[in-house]
T-cell receptor
């Protein structure tokens, strides 16, 4: 068990550029979540997958954001035409059990810090 | 929509003392889960303790315990014998079923040696 990994750890980009982040969940975890955390705030939910199916998207996820989990393993989060307001920490979490056991814990990755200049 | 509120942006405590972090939440559901997460500076979020709403007994994990008041929708975290390694941001979070976590704004805990 190597934990949830995220790449890159830091990304600096200019406004208007596209960026893509990757999340590798813990092996065999079937649920994967993306959150966004701005400085001094708690994480806010963006979207989640069960296997390769995207089951829920937050209203925070504008048309410029897209997420995929093509084979039910790793996931990517792409932001097109970045804006300064997109600057944040993007967190990924995974879990291995679903409802109704309820005994699942979301394991978080270290996050990708995005700075849009 | 469910909301979680942490009214203490910052707290400090002397090493070896006890500190309590407050959290309130709003939900119309009867079955849910509550969590406290710890986020050390520049390090990833880790789970401290969890509480199932259907359980009347308050959860404990070593030096960490909660005071869960379901009717009042209150969920406080008590840290006993505070250690320097406890310094971090602490987030209260709510979850219904296997759905997303809803986090509070966080409390920054400082441990004074």
């Amino acid at each position: 068990d190597t934990g949830v990994s995220q790449n890159p750890r830091h990304k600096i980009t200019k406004r208007g550029q596209n960026v893509t982040f990757r999340c590798d969940p813990i092996s065999e975890h079937n649920r994967l979540y993306w959150y966004r955390q701005t400085l001094g705030q708690g994480p806010e939910f963006l979207t989640y997958f069960q296997n390769e199916a995207q089951l829920e998207k937050s209203r925070l996820l504008s048309d410029r954001f897209s997420a995929e989990r093509p084979k039910g393993s790793f996931s990517t989060l792409e932001i097109q035409r970045t804006e300064q307001g997109d600057s944040a920490m993007y967190l990924c979490a995974s879990t291995d059990r679903g409802w109704p056991s309820g005994k699942d814990e979301q394991y978080f990755g270290p996050g990708t810090r995005l700075t849009v200049t | 929509a469910q909301t979680v509120t942490q009214s203490q942006p910052e707290m400090s405590v002397q090493e070896a003392e006890t500190v309590t972090l407050s959290c309130t939440y709003d939900t119309s559901e009867s079955d849910y889960y509550l969590f406290w997460y710890k986020q050390p500076p520049s390090r990833q979020m880790i789970l401290v303790i969890r509480q199932e709403a259907y359980k009347q007994q308050n959860a404990t994990e070593n030096r960490f315990s909660v005071n869960f008041q379901k009717a009042a929708k209150s969920f406080s975290l008590k840290i006993s014998d505070s250690q320097l390694g406890d310094a971090a941001m602490y987030f209260c979070a709510y979850r219904q079923g296997a759905q997303k976590l809803v986090f509070g704004q966080g409390t920054r805990l400082t441990i004074n040696p």
